[in-house]
């Protein structure tokens, strides 16, 4: 009994020698720190990793100013080892070990740290598989910023009237879930008013996944909106691919060009609104959905609907927070600071003289800011100088279409106070007429004071009901 303890004493002593021995030899860098984490010793090939031209320099100073996330002063601290840590170091991780140093006493007085570098062949598994599930890590991550929406209410330029009034109904409906219906023409900044909508909701730091039915096949479109099972098809497919309704779950999903949504979809999105479920094509799985749809359109849904194009059931449960978004002819007063937006933005220090602006503001915009931008950077690339005037304009804008102002027609011989008079007549009148005869609301569609546009109906005698 004593012999074999005796036996298993030296055998120990042994055991802990090699290990000490092997851990040292096959280590990367061996460092000790006393009881105040500061460097006591340091091999020389560990110092040269962090940089250092000799461990000479590393002695005396605190561990971390060395070794910038070393947890040995933690391990002095606890009095516990860390028998197994990944630590990154500017050349690459490592595989470290740190234990508590005792004197005779059972005291700490200090610690040691190994790093064990992959000359332990078996650990290799372990450090490809963290640096997989960094990769992992960090490309979810950029997938998700790139998901996150890039632009808030902020980059909506425009102090028009109706600019602030779609900002205004825009902002109200980002504390809502409901959907969102965005009415407007090309390029009048739809989906821009959507990723704005997104980042202001409590959804903001989940995904914005826009979708646009008019670019994708409609074959293709089912697999697209809600993903494939796996199994569903033969080749890449055969795994299953999720859809846009599942990439989007938590955040927002943008349906773009809802108008030209094929019909049997219409259906099963409209189903997905009302029972939040939906079911990957080929499979027979419902999946939960908590998606929040803006959807966009240029198209005249109510027409649509009459043409049997759209069904009637999901534009009701699409339109509960309509925007109507105007078109740029509709709010040329936004121009000026569209433009100078427009051009800081394209990094340009080209300026835009007042005939260039006033030749602007007659234009119809087809393309709206869409195409603004492409004119200030057509006029901005062609130009050498930096104040482009309104011919540089004229050539950017190519097919100019003048913005319909009903100009009244000249009357041979007419005095100025006698087209004026014809003119305000019929301005009157036509206010009149869109009030439905209501004098406030004329006067108020008008910017006049109610008072002065009585005295001037009175004068032109217009009468209330005309
Ligand atoms: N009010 C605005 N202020 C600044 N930039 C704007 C504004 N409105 C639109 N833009 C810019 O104009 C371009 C077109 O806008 P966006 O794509 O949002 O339009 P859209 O209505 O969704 O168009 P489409 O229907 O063709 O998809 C984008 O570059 C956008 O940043």
């Known amino acids: 009994m004593t012999d074999s303890l005796k036996d298993y004493q030296q055998v120990r002593g042994l055991a802990i020698q090699s290990l000490f021995e092997i851990i040292e030899q096959s280590s990367e860098g061996t460092v000790i720190v006393d009881r105040d984490a500061t460097i006591v010793w340091m091999n020389e090939r560990y110092a040269r990793r962090f940089g250092l031209k000799s461990a000479d320099q590393a002695i005396g100073q605190p561990c971390e100013q060395v070794i910038s996330n070393s947890l040995l002063r933690q391990v002095v601290r606890n009095d516990q080892p ?42 290799s598994p372990l450090i490809e598989r963290y640096l997989s599930l960094q990769q992992e890590l960090a490309s979810t991550r950029s997938l998700l910023r ?7 209410f902020a980059h909506f330029i425009g102090t028009s ?5 779609v900002k205004r109904r825009a902002r109200r409906s980002a504390s809502a879930e409901s959907p969102v219906l965005l009415l407007g023409e090309t390029g009048t900044g739809k989906e821009l008013l959507a990723q704005a909508i997104h980042g202001a909701s409590t959804r903001a730091h989940k995904a914005f996944v826009s979708i646009n039915s008019a670019a994708i096949p409609a074959d293709l479109l089912e697999a697209e909106f809600f993903g494939t099972a796996p199994g569903a098809f033969t080749g ?9 309704f599942q990439i989007a779950q938590g955040g927002t999903l943008f349906l773009d060009e809802i ?44 027409a649509a609907i009459k043409r049997g194009e759209f069904r009637a059931d999901l534009y009701y449960r699409l339109n509960v ?59 901005a690339l062609l130009s050498d100088d930096l104040v482009l005037d309104a011919r540089e304009i004229r050539a950017a804008i190519g097919t100019f279409t003048p913005v319909a102002r009903n100009p009244l027609p000249a009357v041979e011989g007419e005095s100025f106070s006698a087209a004026r008079e014809r003119f305000d007549r019929q301005v009157i009148g036509a206010a009149l007429g869109a009030s439905g005869g209501n004098v406030v609301e004329a006067a108020r569609r008008l910017g006049l004071g109610r008072s002065t ?14």
């Open 82 to 123: 860390i028998l197994l840590d990944i630590q990154d170091t500017p050349k690459g991780p490592l595989v470290v070990m740190r234990l508590p140093i005792h004197n005779d006493a059972g005291a700490v007085i200090g610690a040691i740290g190994f790093a064990l570098f992959d000359e332990l062949r078996n650990l």
């Open 146 to 152: 790139s998901r996150q929406s890039k632009y808030n």
């Open 161 to 165: 009237a109706a600019s602030l009034e």
């Open 236 to 244: 890449a497919d055969r795994k299953g691919r999720p859809g846009k």
């Open 259 to 302: 108008g030209d949504m094929p019909l049997p979809l219409q259906s099963k999105l409209l189903r997905v609104l009302q029972e939040k479920e939906f079911e990957p094509v080929g499979s027979n799985e419902m999946l939960h959905s908590d998606v929040r749809v803006i959807a966009a359109t240029s198209m005249d849904l109510e």
């Open 321 to 379: 927070l309509p925007i109507q978004v105007p078109p740029l002819r509709e709010r040329l007063d936004d121009i000026p600071a569209l433009s100078e937006a427009i051009l800081e933005e394209l990094r340009s220090q080209h300026e835009l003289d007042q005939d260039a602006l006033t030749l602007l503001a007659q234009h119809a915009w087809p393309g709206n800011i869409r195409e603004l931008r492409n004119v200030l950077e057509r006029a």
């Open 453 to 466: 546009l009585y005295k001037k109906m009175v004068a032109l005698g217009i009468s209330e009901s005309q």
